[in-house]
Structures are given as structure tokens and as C-alpha cells.
């Protein structure tokens, strides 16, 4: 009985927030100063101009880590080690959208940055101490697995 409740529970049902849901990944891409302080590579939003993190959608058959990979070059131009484990992840909702995002988020040290790349024009990039960083996410959950690296 417990199963079958259990098996009824993680059905999507039309219409809920299970069904509304859309995945995503991140890259929380990470450097040393020559002092040895953590900086964090933020990205700005097309759509508002707030801090956030290079992601996007998990393309069917990607791990989450390749998704991450693939979005911090293509918004940033950031190339470097990413981590296959989740460093964490965060929802957050676009304005009046329904919708709610739920990033996994994966580490990457940077090792070097392109020069050319898919959306370089199209948004700033910054490097951020990570004091600032945590100050400058746009989003809540950002803010919150930022504070994880101090």
C-alpha cells in the first residue's frame, strides 16, 4: 500500500507545479587571485540585466555537468575543470511566469576565457570577489549556494 502511494506521488499530474517545472544547469566558474582569493565569473541576464550564473536547458541525452560546460563557454567564454557531482542547486521564476526553474549547478575551475564566443556581445560579464558575488546574485536561491563557498 505504502509503495503504491508512493508510485502515485511521483506522477506528474497536468496542471501542478511538477508539471511546470523546468530543468536546468549552471556553472558556478571559479578562479584564484595571485593572493589566493576565490573570484566567481557572474553573467548578466538578456532579459533584466541582474547577476546570475551562465545556464540553460539540459538538452536530452546531457548530464547536467556537460550542460554547465556548455553554457559557461557559450555565455561567457569560459573554458576550464568542471566538477561531475552538483556543487548544489536553486529554484528561481522568471516575472510573472508559472514556470520554476531548478538549476544544478556545477563547479568549474577556469582556466582560460575565449575571446570569441556564441553570446559574447549580448551580455556583460564580470569577475566578482566572492563577498560580491553573494551581494550581487539576482536570485535568492544564487545568493543562498554562493554563501556555501565561504
Known amino acids: 500500500m505504502l509503495q503504491e502511494a508512493s508510485e502515485r506521488s511521483s506522477k506528474r499530474v497536468p496542471g501542478t507545479l511538477a508539471d511546470i517545472d523546468v530543468e536546468q544547469a549552471g556553472a558556478v566558474c571559479l578562479r584564484r587571485t595571485n593572493r589566493g582569493a576565490v573570484q ?6 538578456k532579459r533584466n540585466g541582474h547577476w546570475g550564473l551562465p545556464k540553460g536547458h539540459i538538452e536530452p541525452g546531457e548530464t547536467s555537468s556537460v550542460t554547465a ?3 559557461a563557454f557559450e555565455e561567457a567564454g569560459a573554458r576550464g575543470i568542471v566538477t561531475e557531482e552538483p556543487f548544489g542547486s536553486f529554484t528561481y521564476v522568471k516575472d510573472n511566469n508559472l514556470r520554476r526553474y531548478r538549476v544544478t549547478a556545477h563547479l568549474i575551475e577556469v582556466q582560460s576565457m575565449a575571446r570569441s564566443y556564441p553570446e559574447k556581445g549580448t551580455r556583460k560579464l564580470r569577475w566578482f570577489s566572492l563577498d560580491d558575488a553573494v551581494a550581487e546574485a539576482g536570485q535568492p536561491g544564487l545568493r543562498m549556494l554562493l554563501q556555501k563557498l565561504r
Open 40 to 45: 566567481v565569473l557572474l553573467v548578466s541576464s
Open 69 to 71: 560546460e556548455r553554457e
